[in-house]
């Protein structure tokens, strides 16, 4: 079974600060996607990275993939309130044929005014 | 904006009703998939369907059942809710050119008394 790792669990920060948070593994991904999760709401798709070493930028946000596609980050710049919520990470099941995907247990984050 | 319902949003009911959750998308997509996801915990796939008349189970055990009779609609199907059946339900729908960008509905929380 893949396992994916993110830290912080949890990250509270002031607004106009940086962040950054993990995404890790010990198994090689075809592609990882970012999802982020608002209380109540389902996850909304954020960014695919698909290459080893790809970086995309979604505004203020930042993703990552790293060079052995294991691992992911992703940096908010200056961040806002309206950043809040679960970010999570996740990638497709090695397991078969399902095109189900991973999911880690997210980053909590809270951005205080 | 992607286009995928669930009813209800929230349910409360006794042990030994049955239930099913409704999920719907409008965006003609094949292939369709139900998680759970606990209270701080990553989401599982509980099922997932190819396309009408698929159905295959996904990796976390699950005593609910599904069907697909029409592409836009995928319910799920409790016999008789027991309280271990108590978690939010995701159902999300993704199409053959991206099959790991999956798009998710704002879940049912389910609470069985």
């Known amino acids: 079974t893949q396992l994916l790792e993110q830290s912080p669990q949890f990250l509270s920060i002031q607004e106009g600060e940086n962040l950054t948070v993990y995404c890790n593994s010990s198994?090689?991904?075809?592609?990882l996607q970012w999802y982020r999760q608002e209380p109540g709401e389902g996850p909304v798709l954020l960014v695919t990275?698909?290459?080893?070493?790809e970086v995309k930028k979604l505004k203020r946000l930042t993703f990552q993939f790293g060079d052995a596609r294991k691992d992911s980050s992703l940096h908010i710049t200056a961040a806002q309130t309206g950043d809040t919520g679960l970010y999570l990470c996740?990638?497709?099941?090695?397991?078969?044929?399902?095109?189900?995907?991973?999911f880690g247990k997210g980053t909590h984050l809270i951005i205080q005014p | 904006e992607a286009d995928i319902y669930q009813t209800p949003r929230y349910l409360v009911i006794g042990t030994g009703k049955k239930i099913t959750l409704e999920c719907s998308q409008t965006?003609?997509?094949?292939?369709m998939y139900w998680y759970q996801q606990d209270p701080g915990m990553e989401l599982h796939l509980i099922h997932y369907?190819?396309?009408?008349?698929?159905?295959e189970k996904g990796d976390l055990s699950s005593e609910s059942t599904v069907s697909r009779i029409r592409t836009e609609h995928f319910p799920l199907t409790l016999e008789s809710a027991r309280p271990s059946h108590t978690s939010q339900y995701l159902c999300?729908?993704?199409?053959?050119?991206?099959?790991?960008?999956?798009?998710f509905g704002p879940g049912t929380r389910l609470t069985v008394t």
């Open positions: 999300a729908s993704g199409d053959d050119r991206d099959p790991y960008e999956q798009y």
């Open positions: 198994s090689v991904f075809s592609s």
């Open positions: 990275v698909v290459t080893g070493g």
């Open positions: 996740a990638g497709p099941d090695s397991g078969g044929g399902a095109d189900g995907l991973t």
């Open positions: 965006m003609g997509h094949d292939k």
């Open positions: 369907s190819y396309g009408v008349n698929s159905t």
